[in-house]
Each structure stands twice: as C-alpha cells, then as structure tokens.
C-alpha cells in the first residue's frame, strides 16, 4: 500500500533555532500534502494544506512565518519551524492524498516528535 | 466547519467487542474515516464509509453509519491486546485546493484488558 514517510523521526533543539521536517510520498505522487499538530491527549489539528508548486493554505491562527511549508516536488513537502520555542514542541503530522482505484484516500506519515528545550 | 465528538475512554476485556461512537455535524462529509493510532505514532486508516451507505463490513470491523442521526460507529469484534490504542472518527469535505481535508473528533483511548 501507499506510504509515507518523515524525517527526522524526533528531534529536541535550543530555544530559538529552526527545525526542518521532511514528509515523503514513497511510492506514489502527491499534489496535496496536509500539515497536522498533535498535542499530548488531545486529537490532530490541521495547520496547513501543500500543494505542489504553489503556496500553501494556512488554517486559521497558524502563523506561516513560523511554520514555512514547501512542496516542491510531486513527492515531497517540508515543514520549517522558525525559531523554535518550548510551546511549539508537540507531534508533527504530514497526511499525502494518493488515489486507489477510483477512490482517494489520505495516507499519514509516522509523525515527527519535537522538544523544544 | 464540520464538528466530530467522540467519547474519551472505552474499557473493554479481551475477547469481548468493542463498540467506539462518534457523531458528526456536518451532513455534506461524503466520507467518513476511522483511524487507529498507537502510542507515538501516525494514523493507520482502518476502515471508511461512504456516506449513502448504512455498514460496512471489513473482517473484524463494522462501521454503521446513521445519517438522520449522524452518527457513526465503529465495532471491533473479537477485541484483542493489540487493538489497544487510540482510534480516531474523521469526517471529510472538500478544501478549496478541491483535496479532500479531514476533520478529526478527539479520539478515543481503548484499553484492552486481559
């Protein structure tokens, strides 16, 4: 089946630097690419949507200067947090929409666990 | 936007069937998703329903769907040590990329017990 992958699996950084996530579609082409938030105990929050050659759409109160999202490839998509703080540590989702058949389905990657200290 | 509830917490011993509730808001959610997360990692899709259907079978797994209600449920038959984890409902609408986005109720934690 469809997999997708992240890179790095977890990283703790210093207060103040800047993380990049990679997200990979391994065996298929994604055009859309989905950006989600988990915090401890609680559900996944959609931050933005990436679509490949274009900019990405932000939800509402997520700040895109901190989190700059590029999709430049029909297979991969990367997250940057810009100057990091400790309440940006949290889980960090990416979702590629592949088509089975004649039904599209959305395959999530294993997740990114960020400590900002 | 579209709104997914489910409740918190289902205890249930091994061997016996699990049954996870969700209701949704938005009646225009074409498909509707339950996922599967186990600690520290992604979503594995396991099962979905599209919404002129009423259940869905898939092995162990039975999704009904009530559209006057709006609400889905997941039954887990069987239930085993391994099911533990937490499974998320998810309701999709188109986005304006026309992709479909998924809107996540808050998940319930299964806790199998022996």
């Known amino acids: 089946g469809a997999v997708v992958s992240q890179h790095p699996s977890w990283v703790i950084c210093k207060s103040g630097t800047s993380v990049k996530i990679e997200c990979r579609s391994l065996?298929?082409?994604?055009?859309?690419m989905f950006w989600y938030r988990q915090f401890p105990k609680q559900s996944l929050m959609l931050m933005a949507t990436s679509n490949e050659g274009s900019k990405a759409t932000y939800e509402q109160g997520v700040e895109k200067d901190k989190f700059l999202i590029n999709h430049a490839s029909l297979t991969l998509s990367t997250l940057t947090v810009t100057s990091a703080h400790p309440e940006d540590s949290s889980f960090y989702i990416c979702s590629a929409i592949g088509v089975a058949g004649h039904q599209e389905t959305q395959y999530f990657g294993p997740g990114t666990r960020l400590l900002v200290l | 936007g579209e709104d997914v509830e489910q409740s918190l917490f289902l205890s249930v011993r091994e061997g016996d069937s699990s049954v996870i509730n969700c209701t949704y808001t938005d009646s225009s959610s074409t498909y509707l998703y339950w996922y599967k997360q186990e600690p520290g990692a992604g979503l594995q899709l396991l099962t979905y329903i599209f919404s002129n259907m009423d259940m869905k079978q898939d092995q162990r797994l039975t999704v009904l769907l009530n559209k006057k209600d709006k609400h889905l449920s997941l039954r887990i038959a069987d239930t085993q040590t391994g099911d533990s984890a937490i499974y998320f409902c998810?309701?999709?609408?188109?986005?304006?990329?026309?992709?479909?986005?998924?809107?996540f109720g808050s998940g319930t934690q299964l806790t199998v017990l022996p």
């Open positions: 065996d298929f082409q994604a055009t859309t």
């Open positions: 998810a309701g999709s609408r188109i986005s304006s990329g026309s992709a479909r986005q998924l809107t």
